[in-house]
């Protein structure tokens, strides 16, 4: 909710494999930063029905780009 200015966390599914818990790591710590240097009136403005989760997916993963195996990974199973 970003009106609330918090970002909320679900479980991963169990997992034993390293490569899936490492990307899942590491996306999240880049949403966090992404969350945290994006102005808040644009952050509010992904609080509208209109806006996809792909896009702020997408912005992620721009920023993202010292882990490029993670990118791909990532894109792979949004865009299956």
């Not at 997992?15 to 899936?20: K, L």
């Not at 490492?22 to 994006?38: D, G, P, R, S, V």
């Not at 509010?44 to 896009?55: A, C, D, G, M, T």
Request: net charge positive; with cysteine.
């Amino acid at each position: 909710h970003f009106y609330r200015k918090t970002l909320e966390f679900r479980y991963h599914q169990g997992v034993t494999s390293f490569r899936r818990m490492y990307h899942w790591i590491i996306f999240h710590m880049n949403l966090c930063k992404w969350a945290t240097e994006t102005p808040d009136r644009e952050l509010l403005s992904y609080n509208h029905p209109v806006q996809p989760i792909e896009k702020i997916i997408e912005e992620v993963l721009e920023r993202n780009k010292q882990y490029p195996d993670t990118q791909q990974y990532l894109r792979e199973k949004i865009y299956r």
